[in-house]
């Protein structure tokens, strides 16, 4: 049985707090009046930051006061325009702490949906190496209801209790003026969206509490008793089922939709195999965490060994994935579609190129040769490598929709993540308590056990 | 020609040729060569034979692969003859890089997979007319056999074999390659 460390959950309980300090700073900042955001821009302006559109305002304002009776026109118009300018920018910048906690839960909500992904791949597929390791993702997974479930109120509650800071298509107002977004009303309408989310986050969860439950009853059934086994095997590929369809709705839903006037096809792929390195990635770092601390002495290098491989494999599916949907965009150049990576390009030039490096360069040299793969310190440095590579990732995903070009990764990001990776640890390694780190009942845990590669 | 007398082991199984081999390697004998007619797992470590570098040689090929489509890339379309192809930026190889980025990608795989190939049979002398050496026809089919070299110690060499359950021990004249 593994006992959750007073050390480590002082540590998750401080992250909590002090995250959630810093969330709560960034909602109280991120209220600008009108003014305060005119002389924002006027500042900067004069700094040269955001130059030209800003000496736009600056030459309107100047306008306005020297001639108003000759150009009264063009001065009307003029004024419009800088009055939007700077509410588009006061939008922005409230959007700025709704898009930091919705990037990490997302994150965190997504490790966890990836990890009981692999668990019902593990089953389905009856591996004969990772039954030693069916605890620790049972573990991870619990995250899976109390994580879709925040994740699923903070879009709803942006478009509810929010100034719509996420989806401008649960604003009445713009899809009153939008064609393209009256068209897709059917399928983009809170109710809708939030009964979906709901179905989802059920299906995942009724599926991670089935397994666990027939985990656990197979440890305490007849040797010769393979019912609840067997039970296992047909949820898990029944789930898989469901999740492929689930997770490609879902990602349209919680993620594509932050740019309604966009679509992509394989976006879906894209997201499940960012989900899927990231969950096994935390597998191997709990893994290791635990067996260093002496828990799971029945895990062997060659079990790290293989979690790397899948980690190195799955960080060049990532990849693949996320070049396909570049490359066939910025090929044809289609301008209704292209509009998504110009603006990434533009405004997210370090964080959309950093990544990939960080996503593919770094584990496909880190990671090939085989005897690096054994030593944990290496897959632990690669695999904190990984993960922030895809948090970058999807916050390159949400964060042109919302905040454009006010992006920072300041105090509200941070703080951000900082309390999801709190209530991560606090929820996991609580469930990792529940039952014992060997599923001993498993009919391949002594394959498992003797596991040598 | 020098001759030398070999000793030839020949075992039905592969679990009796692993201990066997480490009875040999333990009673500090070198053992020449082994023949069986599949890989026997592990049996490289039983003998203690030294990892391959195989896969060093083809990361080097890939990286060769790589570079080689970068220079025919930017050889050909940015330098040579930087033509307006459907208004794809030819102005640097960076601009228009991904759209080399399949090119790359399957030279580099090309590279690293012939040329591996090729240095394996160069490594291990395959080519289409040579000659097979196989000691005994029988270890492609169901025999392994084991080769130990005799240096006026043939008695204890076939006492020690016969305990390690060879079927059959022959001793050969064997005519010395160099």
Redesign the interface.
């Known amino acids: 049985m593994y006992t959750f460390s007073n050390k480590l959950k002082t540590f998750s309980v401080a992250l909590i707090i002090l995250g959630l300090i810093g969330v709560v700073y960034g909602f109280m900042t991120s209220h600008k009046s009108f003014e305060d955001v005119e002389t924002m821009l006027a500042a900067e302006a004069s700094h040269g930051g955001h130059a030209v559109e800003a000496s736009d305002d600056l030459a309107t304002t100047s306008d306005m006061t020297m001639d108003s009776a000759s150009e009264g026109i063009t001065v009307a118009s003029h004024v419009n325009e800088h009055k939007e300018h700077v509410e588009h920018v006061q939008h922005q910048i409230a959007n700025r702490p709704w898009s930091a906690i919705y990037v990490a839960a997302f994150f965190f909500f997504m490790i966890a949906l990836g990890v009981l992904a692999f668990y019902a791949v593990q089953f389905a597929s009856q591996a004969g190496w990772s039954p030693v390791l069916f605890r620790v993702m049972e573990g991870i997974s619990a995250y899976v209801l109390p994580g879709g479930l925040i994740v699923l109120a903070i879009a709803v509650g942006s478009g509810i209790i929010g100034d719509y800071n996420l989806f401008i298509w649960m604003d009445p107002e713009v899809v009153a003026n939008d064609k393209i977004i009256q068209n897709k009303e059917s399928w983009l309408n809170i109710p809708w969206f939030a009964i979906r989310g709901l179905i989802f986050i059920a299906g995942w969860s009724l599926y991670a509490y089935f397994a666990r439950k027939f985990s656990i009853a197979q440890d305490n059934a007849d040797i010769n008793d393979n019912r609840n086994f067997k039970k296992s095997f047909r949820i898990a590929a029944g789930f898989l089922v469901f999740y492929i369809y689930t997770e490609s709705i879902m990602s349209w839903d919680w993620i594509m939709s932050v740019d309604p006037h966009w679509f992509s096809t394989l976006f879906g792929w894209y997201l499940f195999s960012g989900m899927f390195v990231s969950g096994i990635t935390v597998i191997a770092l709990v893994s290791i965490y635990l067996r260093s601390r002496g828990f799971l002495n029945f895990v062997n290098d060659s079990h790290i060994h293989d979690l790397a491989k899948f980690m190195f494999g799955m960080s060049i599916f990532w990849t693949y994935l996320w070049?396909s949907q570049?490359?066939l965009i910025?090929?044809s150049?289609i301008p209704e579609e292209v509009t998504y990576f110009v603006t990434r390009f533009q405004d997210y030039q370090l964080p959309f190129l950093g990544m990939v490096v960080l996503n593919f360069v770094f584990p496909l040299l880190l990671l090939?040769n085989?005897d690096y793969k054994r030593m944990s310190w290496f897959v632990v440095m690669t695999g904190v490598i990984v993960l922030a590579g895809h948090y970058i990732d999807i916050f390159v995903m949400i964060m042109p929709a919302t905040v454009g070009d006010r992006w920072f990764i300041g105090i509200p990001e941070i703080s951000a993540v900082l309390l999801f990776a709190g209530l991560f640890m606090l929820v996991i390694f609580t469930a990792l308590t529940k039952a014992p780190l060997l599923a001993k009942g498993n009919p391949f845990i002594k394959e498992s056990e003797h596991f040598h590669y | 020609m020098e001759t030398s007398k070999v000793i030839h082991a020949i075992y039905t199984d592969d679990d009796v040729l692993m201990s066997a081999v480490k009875r040999v390697k333990a009673e500090k004998y070198h053992i020449d060569e082994i023949f069986t007619p599949f890989p026997v797992h592990g049996l490289d470590k039983a003998m203690g034979l030294a990892p391959t570098r195989l896969a060093i040689t083809s990361f080097i090929y890939g990286s060769i692969g790589l570079v080689f489509s970068i220079w025919l890339m930017n050889f050909i379309m940015i330098e040579d003859w930087p033509q307006d192809i459907g208004g794809k930026p030819s102005f640097s190889y960076l601009e228009n890089s991904p759209a080399f980025v399949p090119i790359m990608f399957e030279l580099t795989v090309f590279f690293a997979a012939h040329l591996m190939v090729i240095t394996f049979y160069l490594r291990s002398k395959l080519w289409p007319f040579k000659k097979a050496e196989n000691p005994d026809l029988r270890t492609t089919d169901d025999h392994f056999l084991m080769e130990i070299s005799i240096h006026n110690n043939q008695d204890e060499l076939v006492n020690l074999l016969k305990e390690t359950g060879a079927v059959e021990i022959n001793i050969v004249e064997k005519e010395e390659a160099h």
């Open positions: 070049f570049f490359m910025w090929y150049n090939m085989s």
